[in-house]
């Protein structure tokens, strides 16, 4: 935990590119993903078509990132089951990481080490609306689902555990929990890095804003708040602004290249790489933020 804090409290870091919108490039097959029952199932490739995952984690260490993360995002055993493959939940989550694992190792100098993200992404439920289905689960059994993937990840070897765009500050709430239960089930502790994802308007999918964001994430003690996915740089400076004048802890920034276009039906994520650095190396040098990357169609 001292490694990973100490260096951010040095000089920011540097996250990877998106995960998703990357392995989409490579127009993979139901084959290639285990099958037409698990097509579409981007954590399942792990097992099943690892060398893409390793190659995109290589291409990001090649480029300069200081943090992967794993390929994860939707491993929950919620999300899992969707594709019926729910008891792969910890082969999954802890093959992830140590893939992540064994390739920041490899590229770790004394001057630059290579730290691992745990990616833990929303579960699709909003706990805290009035869904009839989207509701339909209690807060214990939210905890439950992120221990389970957030044990699978610590076993695996990461660095850092990372809540990431979140649509529901209860979710949110729950998957703290559930991490802090996975560290004593396993022993090991790690810093939680938690990020919401806020619309054009500045509010969470259910109308949190900025600042309940933050009261709600520094009373819950985590190490690290920030924002992430859902807009472009433009539409964060305002969130990333308040943050800078009234959180305590240290602020990740990790924008989509734009917000999406449809274009002939497919999602084209407008920014180009150099209007993105200069957008991120503004966060830092107008804001602090300590640490920033890239979100979907960032490659």
Do not use: W
């Not at 995002?73 to 992830?96: C, M, P, Q, W």
């Not at 990840?153 to 929990?177: M, N």
Request: charged share 20%.
């Amino acid at each position: 935990m001292s490694k990973f804090l100490d260096t951010l409290a040095h000089r920011f870091l540097i996250y990877d590119g998106a995960m998703g919108t990357n392995i989409q490039r490579y127009q993979l097959t139901a084959q290639d993903y285990g099958g037409q029952a698990t097509e579409g199932c981007n954590e399942y490739l792990v097992l099943t078509k690892p060398s893409i995952i390793e190659e995109i984690h290589t291409g990001f260490l090649e480029a300069g990132c200081d943090v992967l993360e794993t390929d994860s995002f939707t491993a929950s055993r919620l999300k899992l089951d969707e594709y019926g493959i729910g008891a792969l939940t910890h082969e999954v989550n802890l093959t992830a990481a140590q893939i992540a694992r064994r390739l920041a190792d490899r590229y770790s100098t004394p001057d630059q080490p290579r730290f691992v993200a745990g990616s833990i992404g929303p579960t699709g439920m909003l706990p805290s609306s009035n869904d009839p289905l989207l509701s339909n689960i209690t807060y214990r059994q939210l905890v439950e689902v992120f221990q389970e993937q957030a044990a699978a990840l610590l076993e695996g070897g990461v660095d850092v555990l990372l809540i990431e765009t979140s649509q529901d500050i209860l979710e949110v709430r729950a998957a703290i929990t559930g991490i802090r239960h996975a560290i004593q089930q396993i022993g090991r502790t790690v810093p939680i890095q938690a990020q919401v994802s806020l619309d054009t308007s500045g509010r969470m999918l259910l109308g949190t804003d900025i600042a309940a964001v933050m009261t709600t994430l520094v009373g819950l003690r985590v190490d690290i708040v920030g924002l992430n996915c859902s807009t472009g740089p433009e539409h964060m400076r305002e969130p990333v602004r308040f943050l800078a004048d009234n959180c305590p802890l240290p602020i990740s920034t990790i924008p989509n290249a734009g917000i999406p276009l449809n274009v002939n039906g497919l999602a084209v994520y407008p920014m180009e790489p150099e209007p993105m650095a200069a957008a991120l190396r503004d966060f830092i040098t107008e804001f602090g933020v300590n640490i920033i990357g890239g979100c979907c169609g960032s490659s």
